[in-house]
Structures are given as structure tokens and as C-alpha cells.
């Protein structure tokens, strides 16, 4: 496999349609084994262990339905590390997310997910707003 | 400078030291000029080039006492891209960043940050939760 942004986004829509898909399995193949790993589902604390990651994952894969889709995906790469922000949606909610992988045994594997909710139509405001959308100045 | 895990941790550190002291200058100083950047602040859409990153810093450090700290910084480093996961104060809100940098001119420079609130005293949830704490299963 080319470790390029092409390989990469490719692996990132693997990681979408594990997640779509209810497919646990297909999630656990895809996260790192011999580097750290982290994940900061939207509002939840970090998440710092394989272990705790993936039992995470269990639960929301456990779930109903996972009408989850991503779009406008943009990479980049340095060598074995890569790195993915792109647009999720889930339900009728918008987040962004910030995916990072790392080389592994020839293959990207995800060390981390971020994802937050956007806050739509709103004016963007200072980084302090607890809520993130923008105070009026 | 050595570009390992300390320096990336240095470089991160004084990242919220210009934001804390809202030093336009040392935060313009810390972002790549070559490689694209992409900035997500809390609840914002995805800012995607220099300009637009650097007007949104400007409108931020121009408000007035950046009451923002940095805590529990985990660094990766693979060759010339590195990443840290830390915990954001700003006020009394508690955040979770995932900042990002390439090398370039032998320095760490900045190519994303991604910041976001964490929920307080919450569950954690599905990742399909509106305001990220979760619905009760």
C-alpha cells in the first residue's frame, strides 16, 4: 500500500464505514496496537488506552442505527504519520473531526479521534464562548 | 532544536502562552507558512487557510485577559509531524485540544488546532449526542 493522502483517505472511509456499519470488528482493525492511542468523542473526557477506546466503541457500536456519513476530507502526510480533518454528520448533527494515523505494520492505523459539534449558522466568536458559538462584541 | 516529544511539548506550550498573553506576533510566529493549515476553534466551522486562521486569531487575543492554561500535554512524534492531545482552561471552561505540527526551517510549526468543550460531571454517551454528553441508554 502507498502511505500517501490517497491511502490515507481511503482508510479514513474505512473508519466511517466501520462506524456506519455497527462493525466493531472492522473498528478494532483499524486503531493502533504498539503506539499510544487517544479518542475524545464529542463532550466526553479523553480517552487514553486501547482498552478504554475500544469499550467505548463496543457501546456506541451497540447502539441503534448509525446514520454517520463524512465529507470534504482533507490529509495530510509526513512520512508514517497522517492526519485527516474532515466533516461529520451524524443524525442531523454536524461535527468536525481530526483523525491521526500512523504507520503500523505497512497500513495507517488511526491513533486518534476528535470530534465536536458545530454550531450551525452562528457567527463564529472568541475561542472562550463555553458554548463555542460567538458572544456579540 | 532537537524534534522530539520535549521541544513539540515546548513549542505547544508557547502556543497558550501567546494566547494567554494575546501576543499577535508570537501566535502568527507559530504557524507554518508552508504546508496548509486548518484551525477548528470551539463550535466553529473549519477555518482552512492562513489568513482566514490568522483573522480569527487577531479577533481572539484583540478581546480583552486571556485567562487560558494548558495541563496533562501527551506528545507523539513520528520524523517531522508530531501531535498533542492537552487539556484547555479558558476561564472556567474545561477543553480538550488536539494541536498539530509539522517541521519546517527545523522548527515545530503549527498546522492545525482543534479545540472543544469537554461536559462536566457527565455520562459519556454515544457519539450521536447533540451536545456530545449522552443520552441515557
Redesign the interface.
Known sequence: MELDEQTLLATNERFYRA?AGGDLAAMEDLWAHQ??V?C???????L?SRETVMT?WR??LS?EG?D?SCG?A?A?V??????V?C?EQ??R?DL?A?N?F?VEGGRWML??H??????PD?E??????????GLPN
Open positions: 462506524f503506539t499510544p487517544v475524545i468523542h464529542p463532550g466526553w473526557s479523553r487514553s467505548s457501546r456506541i447502539g448509525h454517520v470534504d482533507q495530510w509526513r512520512g508514517t504519520m497522517g492526519m480533518v466533516r451524524v443524525g448533527i468536525l481530526t491521526v500512523v491513533i486518534h476528535h470530534a465536536a459539534p458545530v454550531m452562528e463564529p466568536g472568541p475561542e472562550e464562548s463555553s458554548s463555542g458559538h
